[in-house]
């Protein structure tokens, strides 16, 4: 009896085994690690990343501290390049002459030297008069353009009465407006006393530039022999061409772009009366050379001069420099740089932004040239590559390198 109970109990548990639902198992297909594609891709984005930045923060420290130094060889190489051109044109009827008269190159660079320093030394002793003399007249008339600023105040306060502006908006934009014009003094004024710190470092711009110009072909050996001979030598010796070629096509774009500007803002400001169009016209050409904050800082003196003789003669010198900066900007500069450097103009914001940001003055002046560097070097990894982009190699670089082994099989077949 006993057993028999024992085998009906062993049968019931046995059936309520068979008929209980199957529990869930885990699934063992889907495995989150490394081999992943795009946890691949993650990693290396972050690992790229974390890269970039330690070798941006590196280099900005070491450019932080050595601003002035890196700065001043900048300057001299662009020196050198505007002068290199007149180096070329005084040693070549030289060179298609006799061996017995052949001009050895330190001797042209002098001579370019002797030209160059001549011409500004006369344009110098016919300008520092008449700009002396207008630089006299506004620091006399200071004190009548600081009654009239107040004045267009005590007038705005009398604007306020006729539109029944509540006082509360009226004491928000007496507020804002004196914020403004103290930042835009503060601004323009510790602009030009940074910018005056740099004068002195002038004197040795000629001297480095001479030997940038004498010996630029061992620069450039010595440079290719830091890398070995074959395919290397060969797209860095490629590089090196379009380097100097973008750099020369700015440097000399920006002194043909100062001079044409200085020219056409003395002109236009003469036309349109405002007061101290040389000296005006002057500094504008000067500040040509700094992208962006240059034609902005003279874009708000000349409108702010104008404004202390009437309020439609701003607005004429507005329309003015708003037009002259664009026919500059899509018309002229394109024309002026041809092979050079072609950014957009949000590019050109960043870079300049940036630029500040990391070195000051210094930066905002080295902008656009290390980002067209840059833009040189991006494009020889391309061709390099023969790939969809330097992005996608980090990101996928073994799909990108078996799409290159397809294509090579494709064509040989």
């Known amino acids: ?15 309520e085994e068979h008929n209980e639902p199957a529990t869930a198992q885990p699934a063992q297909n889907i495995v989150l690690d490394a081999s992943t594609p795009s946890v691949r891709s993650i ?92 630089i006299r007249q506004l620091t006399t008339n200071l004190p009548t353009y600081s009654s009239a600023i107040q004045r267009q105040f005590r007038d705005l306060s009398n604007r306020y009465e006729r539109y029944r502006i509540p006082e509360a908006v009226q004491e928000q934009i007496n507020t804002k407006a004196a914020d403004v014009a103290a930042a835009i003094g503060t601004g323009v004024t510790e602009f030009f006393i940074s910018l005056a710190t740099y004068l002195p470092w002038l004197i040795l711009i000629p001297i480095l530039a001479f030997f940038f110009l004498k010996d630029a072909n061992f620069f450039r050996v010595s440079i290719l022999r830091v890398f070995p001979s074959g395919d290397w030598r060969t797209r860095m010796e490629s590089i090196i061409h379009d380097v100097n070629t973008t750099l020369a096509a700015y440097a000399r774009a920006q002194l043909i772009s100062c001079i044409v500007i200085g020219t056409i803002c003395t002109v236009g400001f003469y036309l349109l009366g405002v007061n101290y169009a040389l000296l005006l016209g002057v500094m504008a050409g000067i500040l040509e050379f700094i992208p962006l904050i240059g034609p902005l800082t003279i874009a708000i003196i000349a409108v702010t001069i104008a404004s202390l003789e009437s309020t439609w003669e701003a607005v004429y010198v507005f329309i003015f420099l708003a037009v002259l900066r664009i026919l500059q900007d899509y018309l002229f500069y394109p024309r002026i740089v041809r092979e050079g450097i072609h950014l957009h103009p949000l590019a050109i914001i960043l870079s300049v932004l ?43 670089p073994r799909e990108n390198s078996e799409e290159i082994e397809n294509q090579k099989a494709k064509g040989e077949g």
């Open 1 to 15: 009896m006993a057993e028999n109970k024992i085998q009906e109990t062993v049968e019931i548990v046995a059936a």
């Open 43 to 134: 990693l290396r984005v972050v690992l790229v990343t974390l890269v970039i930045l330690s070798v941006a923060d590196f280099f900005k420290s070491i450019i932080t501290s050595l601003t002035y130094l890196f700065f001043l060889i900048v300057l001299s190489i662009f020196f050198a390049y505007l002068i290199e051109p007149l180096v070329q044109m005084i040693r070549r009827p030289f060179e298609v002459a006799r061996r017995d008269n052949y001009m050895p190159r330190p001797l042209a660079i002098a001579a370019a030297y002797l030209i160059v320093f001549s011409t500004l030394g006369i344009a110098v002793a016919v300008l520092t008069p008449l700009v002396n003399a207008q």
């Open 354 to 396: 940036a630029g500040e940001q990391v070195a000051g003055i210094p930066g905002v002046f080295l902008s656009i040239p290390v980002v067209a560097l840059l833009t040189v070097v991006y494009k020889h990894i391309l061709e390099h590559s023969r790939s969809k982009g330097i992005v996608a190699n980090i990101l996928a």
